[in-house]
């Protein structure tokens, strides 16, 4: 298989150089030339199959330059019970009302981005040692994608990881599951000042190609292929658990940020998985949503895009959603282009609704604060089950648009413990249960490194570590 760029510039490329790009070249996000079909005979082979076996059967679809031995070592290094918790990895529970919660969350960092990050630090590893390459992995986090990008990379060979955050802004349990990792290999910098100065120090660092060039600069963000291609499994995964035969088909309803989780749900259905419809539930910051539902996206800068309590969907610039825009213009890479030229301003492609919403599946609704606190509570009230804020949205959408008999798959993307005051404020001080290797995290000694927000500084920090 062949991986393209959606704005047509870039020589074709294999899986394991694909797997270490940011970028492409020319400004856009590679893609496989074609997703392959899955057939029916095939999908009703795949039906029995362990997470690992699946996980197998469709990445070496995609990635067909690496050893196929060594890709099923891959997998099952990654995919067990001792990291997820569960031989299923990704099981599925059904609510009073019939909604389905695919258990994406049971991972090191209680994410859904676990599933994908922790592939990724296995194949990055992989195809280093093969090439006889090294890297430098620079990250600006919020939160949840730094956490995951490190509990997948510590103590990887030819490996640092340098993560940015924004000094006393994360919340305590955050801080401790990043900070108290004692790996050599992982750098925590807290910079004084917000997310979006950490943001910048990366890309200035990006920008000087010297720098990038000596020390192999790379990222681990949501537009990487390889996270992508892992998250195509568990739609797989959590549509055989939730029907009895290939004849029936199931909806997902995912929290969605930069359209990373629901663009592996839309190629799983481009490979010919039956699924009905696509859900992509927003919380207050609504670019996506308003896309679904009227075609005109218009993309918002950070200082407009709402602080909420479903944090990691606070985006206002889907930065994946151009691997379905390019499906959706027919795979011309000159219209991708041209939509992008002024990526401030948006487009409007409102005359294609109708593939939109039918050819392709999606629809979309949106969920707020008020809407969080009360999903969570009812869910409790009627199931004594708990969610956390992300999944509320979720549900939230999946209860608002339901049609009648279908089977809605919503993705849980986080689990509660990671957000109690939010879970306090719906429920009141119960007890929300943590994972045993989380318990006690807050006690552990803390290793981070406060910088000024300068650019020179964080450079020096990493010319001291990094023997090159
Ligand atoms: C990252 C994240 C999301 C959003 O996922 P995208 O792939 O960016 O759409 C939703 N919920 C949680 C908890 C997340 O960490």
């Given at each position: 298989?062949?991986?393209?760029?959606?704005?047509?510039?870039?020589?074709?490329?294999?899986?394991?150089?694909?797997?270490?790009?940011?970028?492409?070249?020319?400004?856009?996000?590679?893609?496989?030339?074609?997703?392959?079909?899955?057939?029916?005979?095939?999908?009703?082979?795949?039906?029995?199959?362990?997470?690992?076996?699946?996980?197998?059967?469709?990445?070496?679809?995609?990635?067909?330059?690496?050893?196929?031995?060594?890709?099923?070592?891959?997998?099952?290094?990654?995919?067990?019970?001792?990291?997820?918790?569960?031989?299923?990895?990704?099981?599925?529970?059904?609510?009073?009302?019939?909604?389905?919660?695919?258990?994406?969350?049971?991972?090191p960092t209680l994410?859904?981005?676990?599933?994908?990050?922790?592939?990724?630090?296995?194949?990055?590893?992989?195809?280093?040692?093969?090439?006889?390459?090294?890297?430098?992995?620079?990250?600006?986090?919020?939160?949840?994608?730094?956490s995951?990008?490190?509990?997948?990379?510590?103590?990887?060979?030819?490996?640092?990881?340098?993560?940015?955050?924004?000094?006393?802004?994360?919340?305590e349990f955050q801080r401790a599951q990043m900070y108290s990792l004692?790996?050599?290999?992982?750098?925590?910098?807290?910079?004084?000042?917000?997310?979006?100065?950490?943001?910048?120090?990366?890309?200035?660092?990006?920008?000087?190609?010297?720098?990038?060039?000596?020390?192999?600069?790379?990222?681990?963000?949501?537009?990487?292929?390889?996270?992508?291609?892992?998250?195509?499994?568990?739609?797989?995964?959590?549509?055989?658990?939730?029907?009895?035969?290939?004849?029936?088909?199931?909806?997902?309803?995912?929290?969605?940020?930069?359209?990373?989780?629901?663009?592996?749900?839309?190629?799983?259905?481009?490979?010919?998985?039956?699924?009905?419809?696509?859900?992509?539930?927003?919380?207050?910051?609504?670019?996506?949503?308003?896309?679904?539902?009227?075609?005109?996206?218009?993309?918002?800068?950070?200082?407009?895009?709402?602080?909420?309590?479903?944090?990691?969907?606070?985006?206002?610039?889907?930065?994946?959603?151009?691997?379905?825009?390019?499906?959706?213009?027919?795979?011309?890479?000159?219209?991708?282009?041209?939509?992008?030229?002024?990526?401030?301003?948006?487009?409007?492609?409102?005359?294609?609704?109708?593939?939109?919403?039918?050819?392709?599946?999606?629809?979309?609704?949106?969920?707020?604060?008020?809407?969080?606190?009360?999903?969570?509570?009812?869910?409790?009230?009627?199931?004594?089950?708990?969610?956390?804020?992300?999944?509320?949205?979720?549900?939230?959408?999946?209860?608002?648009?339901?049609?009648?008999?279908?089977?809605?798959?919503?993705?849980?993307?986080?689990?509660?413990a990671?957000?109690?005051?939010?879970?306090?404020?719906?429920?009141?001080?119960?007890?929300?249960?943590r994972p045993t290797h989380t318990k006690d995290i807050e006690t552990l000694p803390q290793?981070?490194?406060?910088?000024?927000?300068?650019?020179?500084?964080?450079?020096?920090?990493?010319?001291?570590?990094?023997?090159?």
């Open positions: 298989m062949y991986y393209i760029s959606t704005r047509g510039n870039t020589p074709k490329m294999q899986f394991s150089d694909v797997l270490l790009m940011g970028l492409a070249p020319d400004g856009g996000l590679m893609l496989p030339e074609t997703y392959p079909h899955i057939d029916r005979v095939t999908l009703d082979k795949w039906r029995a199959l362990s997470y690992t076996d699946l996980a197998f059967e469709i990445m070496s679809l995609f990635a067909t330059d690496i050893d196929k031995a060594d890709l099923k070592a891959l997998i099952d290094k990654t995919y067990t019970k001792i990291a997820f918790g569960t031989d299923e990895i990704t099981p599925v529970r059904t609510l009073k009302d019939g909604i389905k919660i695919l258990e994406l969350s049971n991972g994410a859904f981005k676990d599933i994908a990050m922790q592939f990724l630090g296995n194949a990055f590893e992989y195809v280093l040692k093969q090439k006889g390459e090294r890297l430098t992995i620079i990250g600006a986090t919020s939160g949840d994608t730094g995951a990008a490190e509990y997948a990379l510590r103590g990887k060979d030819n490996i640092e990881v340098f993560m940015m955050s924004p000094h006393g802004k994360m919340s004692t790996d050599k290999n992982i750098h925590n910098i807290a910079i004084d000042g917000m997310f979006d100065d950490c943001q910048d120090i990366v890309k200035a660092l990006q920008n000087d190609k010297d720098f990038k060039a000596k020390y192999r600069l790379g990222t681990v963000n949501s537009i990487n292929w390889g996270r992508i291609l892992a998250q195509i499994v568990y739609y797989f995964k959590g549509y055989f658990a939730s029907t009895t035969d290939n004849d029936q088909k199931v909806s997902f309803c995912v929290p969605s940020g930069n359209f990373g989780n629901i663009c592996a749900g839309h190629i799983a259905r481009e490979m010919g998985l039956p699924i009905h419809r696509l859900i992509v539930a927003t919380n207050e910051n609504d670019v996506l949503n308003d896309f679904f539902n009227q075609g005109r996206y218009t993309p918002r800068t950070p200082s407009e895009t709402f602080i909420t309590s479903s944090p990691s969907m606070d985006i206002s610039k889907a930065s994946n959603f151009e691997r379905f825009i390019y499906l959706l213009s027919d795979k011309n890479g000159e219209t991708i282009s041209q939509l992008w030229m002024d990526s401030k301003k948006g487009f409007d492609l409102s005359d294609k609704l109708t593939d939109i919403n039918g050819k392709y599946g999606f629809v979309s609704g949106k969920s707020t604060h008020a809407d969080r606190i009360a999903t969570i509570k009812a869910v409790y009230e009627s199931d004594k089950d708990l969610i956390d804020p992300h999944t509320a949205d979720g549900v939230k959408v999946a209860r608002s648009v339901r049609e009648d008999n279908e089977i809605i798959v919503c993705a849980e993307t986080a689990l509660p990671k957000f109690s005051e939010t879970m306090a404020e719906a429920l009141g001080e119960i007890d929300i249960p290793f981070v490194t406060v910088l000024d927000n300068k650019a020179e500084l964080v450079r020096a920090e990493i010319e001291k570590v990094v023997k090159i």
